[in-house]
């Protein structure tokens, strides 16, 4: 067991220098074996290759995990992980690798199933490590020999160079440390996943993750796909749940939502969804700390799941208690739908003052969109910042106005430098304003009998919408909140003065059933889907080898080498 460790590693350690100094062309060069037999003119070459990579594949899924076998798996998915990392050290994406084309035809390929399902088996049991001595056989009661001892102490070596990191390796953080093979295994999934489909193939192994079910469905598997396969979900479920602090499991937890319906259907169906959504949410509200390709994963995959209405229904119905982590107020009781459009409002406003990324404001808006006409008993700290989002977005909008008029003042009669694109910076502004009276009035047009506290908020602020009233870009939105504030500011005069604010909610319910619904204005439901862009592959290829560069455990490459990306983005 230890000579194949210890082979095992060495394989790997000369691939690596191989493959970040040579092309392909090259390597498969130095693994190309010719048969010479004596007195003979002509000679049989075979090419070593396919035949290393389908045993490295063989050990991964036919060893069974144990202790004494560990090192072996963990080293045969590193050793993978290797053969592909020659992307690293190319700017553009490879389409047309020979090693590619091994692991998509030939005898790699029926093993496709049994590879995918493996791996994502390593990473839902989070194994760790056997304490060092374990995996080495113990000597014989002979003693074994001078040899034997060398190679135990050989393997009790490089496991603790493994486990410790090696000379000049990253420091590991101490989620990946603790479990390296489910580290290295989900690594090694993301890459396989990820791969560009031949020109006449399509990559089986994404075929094989958008495709495998649940153990517990019964229906037969559709002939189209020869690498489906099924799993416990239930267990996929709670690894998911328990590993979203790291890029890599919520990049998973993104394709399969994207791409898996079983997985979709199985989620959206748990009555627990919050042990989901509230990590998610947590990554979003330390969006400062996070990497930018982290907050967009998060946020899509919460974009994936508010496209279903039962899920936007559920999330108010789901009550959380003492929400440590959110600072700016205690929340002793809140919806995990209030909860959700907090945090997702706080990455606006975020958003809007630091990095100011328009894809990121697109997908927050999104979201709170599908989720808009079934918000239900909103938390009255959700209300309020629903309509702060909206006052900052009106002072926004009257800076950019004043400054756009300063500048035309300015420029009469000059021919000095360009001016600023002022039109272009309203024109945004004026698109997220527009976006946000579509939330509010989908809010108030199929669900105002439910949100006292929105409709409370709206009408302390109700100043802010006086000026929107006549603007020919939000004329027709308005009209529907001017009716209401309208509506509820009669029936409050009518109260009298000095309410406590118990009453004005008081009044605020009674008025909700008395409002015809007939004079609301009906709108198209607000309705958003992700799409993936054009050649996902430009942003997904070189993040998935950034995780690999700064997450895989005991793997460690001259970042000087790396063209793939730079390294602020890595």
């Known amino acids: 067991?230890?000579?194949?460790?210890?082979?095992?590693?060495?394989?790997?350690?000369?691939?690596?220098?191989?493959?970040?100094?040579?092309?392909?062309?090259?390597?498969?060069?130095?693994?190309?074996?010719?048969?010479?037999?004596?007195?003979?003119?002509?000679?049989?070459?075979?090419?070593?290759?396919?035949?290393?990579?389908?045993?490295?594949?063989?050990?991964?899924?036919?060893?069974?995990?144990?202790?004494?076998?560990?090192?072996?798996?963990?080293?045969?998915?590193?050793?993978?992980?290797?053969?592909?990392?020659?992307?690293?050290?190319?700017?553009?994406?490879?389409?047309?690798?020979?090693?590619?084309?091994?692991?998509?035809?030939?005898?790699?390929?029926?093993?496709?199933?049994?590879?995918?399902?493996?791996?994502?088996?390593?990473?839902?049991?989070?194994?760790?490590?056997?304490?060092?001595?374990?995996?080495?056989?113990?000597?014989?009661?002979?003693?074994?020999?001078?040899?034997?001892?060398?190679?135990?102490?050989?393997?009790?070596?490089?496991?603790?160079?493994?486990?410790?990191?090696?000379?000049?390796?990253?420091?590991?953080?101490?989620?990946?440390?603790?479990?390296?093979?489910?580290?290295?295994?989900?690594?090694?999934?993301?890459?396989?996943?990820?791969?560009?489909?031949?020109?006449?193939?399509?990559?089986?192994?994404?075929?094989?993750?958008?495709?495998?079910?649940?153990?517990?469905?019964?229906?037969?598997?559709?002939?189209?796909?020869?690498?489906?396969?099924?799993?416990?979900?239930?267990?996929?479920?709670?690894?998911?749940?328990?590993?979203?602090?790291?890029?890599?499991?919520?990049?998973?937890?993104?394709?399969?939502?994207?791409?898996?319906?079983?997985?979709?259907?199985?989620?959206?169906?748990?009555?627990?969804?919050?042990?989901?959504?509230?990590?998610?949410?947590?990554i979003l509200y330390h969006v400062e700390e996070r990497n930018s390709h982290h907050v967009y994963m998060a946020l899509i995959i919460l974009l994936i799941l508010t496209e279903d209405d039962g899920f936007n229904r559920s999330i108010h119905e789901v009550i959380l208690k003492n929400i440590t982590w959110y600072a700016e107020r205690v929340l002793t009781e809140i919806s995990l739908g209030s909860l959700l459009i907090l945090v997702v409002i706080r990455t606006i406003q975020y958003n809007m003052t630091r990095t100011r990324d328009k894809y990121l404001h697109t997908n927050c808006l999104a979201a709170l969109a599908n989720m808009s006409a079934q918000f239900r008993s909103l938390h009255q700290y959700a209300a309020q910042r629903i309509i702060s989002l909206f006052s900052l977005l009106s002072k926004k909008h009257n800076k950019v106005l004043e400054q756009a008029t300063q500048s035309l003042r300015g420029s009469v009669g000059s021919n000095d430098s360009p001016l600023p694109d002022y039109a272009q910076d309203l024109n945004v502004i004026e698109e997220v304003i527009r976006m946000m009276l579509e939330i509010i009035n989908s809010c108030l047009t199929n669900s105002l009998h439910h949100n006292p506290n929105l409709v409370y908020a709206l009408l302390y602020k109700r100043d802010l919408f006086e000026q929107f009233r006549t603007h020919p870009s939000f004329q027709d939105i308005m009209q529907n909140i001017d009716l209401v504030i309208s509506f509820f500011s009669s029936r409050l005069e009518q109260a009298g003065a000095e309410l406590s604010v118990e009453r004005v909610l008081e009044i605020i319910k009674q008025g909700a059933v008395a409002l015809p619904k007939d004079r609301l204005r009906k709108f198209p439901e607000l309705k958003f889907k992700y799409v993936e862009e054009e050649q996902p592959e430009e942003f997904f290829i070189p993040y998935v080898w950034s995780l690999v560069y700064n997450s895989a455990v005991a793997l460690y490459w001259n970042p000087h080498d790396i063209q793939l990306f730079t390294m602020d983005s890595g």
């Open 1 to 282: 067991m230890s000579e194949a460790h210890n082979a095992l590693f060495i394989i790997c350690c000369l691939l690596k220098v191989f493959i970040s100094r040579m092309s392909e062309e090259e390597l498969q060069l130095h693994f190309t074996y010719e048969d010479k037999a004596p007195g003979s003119y002509g000679t049989e070459c075979e090419d070593l290759i396919e035949e290393l990579l389908c045993c490295l594949i063989q050990l991964i899924v036919e060893i069974p995990l144990l202790d004494i076998t560990y090192s072996i798996s963990l080293e045969a998915v590193t050793t993978l992980i290797v053969f592909l990392s020659c992307q690293l050290f190319r700017k553009e994406i490879l389409r047309d690798s020979i090693v590619h084309k091994y692991l998509m035809r030939g005898r790699c390929l029926p093993y496709t199933s049994r590879l995918v399902k493996t791996l994502l088996y390593n990473f839902i049991r989070q194994e760790r490590s056997p304490p060092p001595g374990t995996h080495v056989f113990q000597q014989q009661s002979d003693g074994g020999g001078l040899l034997y001892g060398i190679a135990s102490g050989v393997a009790t070596g490089l496991w603790t160079v493994f486990t410790l990191g090696g000379v000049g390796s990253k420091p590991t953080p101490q989620l990946e440390q603790c479990s390296p093979l489910a580290n290295q295994s989900l690594l090694l999934l993301l890459v396989l996943a990820n791969l560009t489909d031949a020109p006449d193939t399509p990559n089986p192994y994404r075929q094989a993750v958008m495709s495998f079910k649940n153990t517990q469905d019964s229906t037969a598997f559709s002939s189209s796909n020869p690498h489906a396969f099924q799993i416990n979900f239930n267990s996929l479920y709670t690894a998911l749940c328990d590993q979203q602090k790291s890029d890599q499991a919520t990049l998973l937890l993104y394709m399969l939502l994207h791409q898996n319906g079983n997985v979709r259907t199985y989620v959206l169906a748990r009555t627990d969804i919050e042990n989901l959504v509230l990590p998610i949410l947590e």
